[in-house]
């Protein structure tokens, strides 16, 4: 049986349909505990009034912006008042999520397991050029897809990540992409792989519904490092790209005996859908069913914050997923790596350097500003995208790769961190955050063939991602949009207990 008030932990997203529910069990409590029907009761109402006084700053704080001096003026009359009346902010009315090893390190294997799937175009690339007589260009656009497909569907995924939980959606993905490795096996010809590529896009996904189902988990001191661990899923890149140029290369022999690296993988995301449905669970403690979708996605509508979170994890994550699609054919055809070394070596080398440093940057998030991490990171992230466009020699290149690689990871590490911080549907804005980072890297990787295609270089694609760089530094630096009160990031009536009430 759950303890008397654990009804009041778990919360609602509506509080009249929440005192509603728990009439009868008030009563019953009223009638065996005097005391701790007081304790309770006291402590919803104290819920309610600052529910009632933040819903009334977030309208005026929208007042002011519309420049409405009367309007304003009678809404903050209120909120002053309310705050004489109803001194709730000591109260404590929810508790902290205890954290949940388990889930976090079964949702660090699947995310692993699907960015396994998710890297295995940009492994086989190389490969498709010799077997296939593919251009440079189709290969790239091809490796390409996986982040264009994980872009879209991360967003759609975030939502219902909020609305249904973690455990059952990320099972369904995981099934999802069994059915997709195994319908590999009859893919034939360059747009059968575009099709197929992009569907394994849906495995880069896995980020968005693991990262909102272990924040569920933990409190919001402790996010930023179990957010971080959970992250470094990143390095199944590694394992995926060095797993299939393995079985290429030494095992799966043949004409079409590669073929089979499908139904491996296909058997591989099946066992771990078993896996995660049966011993893992959705947290009681920040779970939206009773709300509409229609309320999860207005966080999209809540202000700038969201956007500016989203673009900062196109620079920080999409270092990643730029790199990792474009790497192989970059290395090879600029500087004549060989293949097999090119992708069993110096692209996961770069995703190693991403995965390992990504707890780091979450710790740092969790004990100092976040933003103030930020800027520092960008800017020496900066330093070394404009060495990397210069493209010196093939030892300054792969140093200015692999320095950016480990500054991404503690920047997306805390960027993640923000989200739990400013809202309170962190699948709805880790989808979009993720749909950033994704699109990122369908984004340059395209850009990166054009300008090979049109200008005979890549110098053009680099000399960009550095002047994204540059944009990223002055939003962490300068703190623009950040300026804004906290509570105008969050929709009415969103504001969690890590918002002071003004």
Excluded at 35 to 63: I, P, Q, T, V
Excluded at 139 to 163: Q, W
Aim: glycine fraction near 8%; charge should be neutral; hydrophobic fraction near 55%.
């Amino acid at each position: 049986m759950k303890p008397r008030s654990a009804t009041l932990r778990v919360g609602h997203g509506d509080l009249r349909v929440f005192f509603d529910e728990l009439n009868d069990a008030l009563d019953a409590l009223e009638a065996h505990d005097a005391e701790e029907y007081g304790r309770l009761a006291g402590a919803m109402r104290a819920w309610l009034a600052r529910s009632r006084r933040l819903n009334e700053e977030a309208e005026l704080y929208r007042w002011r912006k519309r420049g409405e001096p009367a309007k304003y003026e009678q809404i903050n009359c209120f909120c002053r008042k309310e705050a004489v009346e109803n001194p709730v902010i000591e109260v404590e009315v929810t508790a902290d999520p205890p954290g949940n090893p388990r889930v976090l390190w079964i949702s660090f294997l699947a995310f692993s397991l699907g960015f396994a799937v998710w890297g295995m175009f940009s492994a086989l690339a190389p490969f498709l050029i010799k077997w296939y007589a593919f251009s440079p260009t189709q290969v790239l656009v091809l490796a390409a897809m996986e982040p264009f497909f994980a872009a879209a569907v991360s967003i759609p995924l975030g939502i219902l990540t909020d609305k249904f939980g973690g455990r059952t959606v990320f099972t369904l993905l995981l099934l999802s992409l069994t059915i997709i490795l195994f319908s590999g096996l009859f893919a034939e010809g360059y747009y059968s792989f575009l099709l197929l590529g992009s569907l394994l896009g849906l495995g880069g996904a896995a980020f968005v519904v693991g990262n909102a189902h272990v924040s569920s988990w933990y409190p919001e001191s402790k996010q930023g490092t179990a957010l971080g661990i959970f992250a470094m899923g990143n390095i199944g890149i590694t394992v995926g790209m060095m797993a299939v140029t393995l079985l290429v290369t030494r095992v799966l022999n043949g004409p079409d005996g590669w073929r089979l690296i499908f139904p491996i993988f296909a058997v591989c995301t099946l066992l771990m859908a078993l896996v995660y449905w049966l011993f893992t669970s959705d947290s009681p403690y920040k779970q939206h069913h009773g709300e509409s979708l229609r309320e999860i996605v207005a966080v999209y509508r809540s202000g700038v914050v969201v956007w500016l979170v989203a673009y900062l994890y196109w620079v920080s994550f999409g270092t990643l997923t730029f790199f990792a699609s474009a790497m192989p054919i970059y290395l090879l055809d600029r500087w004549h790596v060989d293949p097999a070394r090119a992708s069993m070596v110096y692209t996961p080398l770069l995703v190693v350097c991403v995965a390992i440093t990504r707890p780091l940057g979450g710790w740092l998030a969790d004990h100092f500003d976040a933003l103030r991490i930020l800027g520092r990171l960008f800017g020496i992230m900066v330093v070394l995208a404009v060495v990397m466009a210069m493209q010196i020699s093939l030892s300054v290149e792969l140093f200015a790769i692999y320095g950016l690689s480990l500054l991404a990871g503690a920047a997306a590490a805390a960027v993640i961190k923000l989200i739990p911080v400013y809202f309170r549907h962190v699948g709805a804005v880790s989808g979009l955050a993720k749909a950033a980072g994704a699109a990122c890297g369908f984004a340059m990787t395209v850009t990166l063939a054009a300008s090979k295609d049109l200008l005979g270089g890549y110098t053009f694609g680099f000399a960009l991602w550095a002047l994204m760089n540059v944009a990223a530094f002055y939003i962490a630096l300068s703190r623009v949009g950040f300026r804004q009160p906290y509570i105008e990031a969050i929709p009415s009536g969103e504001a969690t207990n890590a918002i002071s009430v003004h």
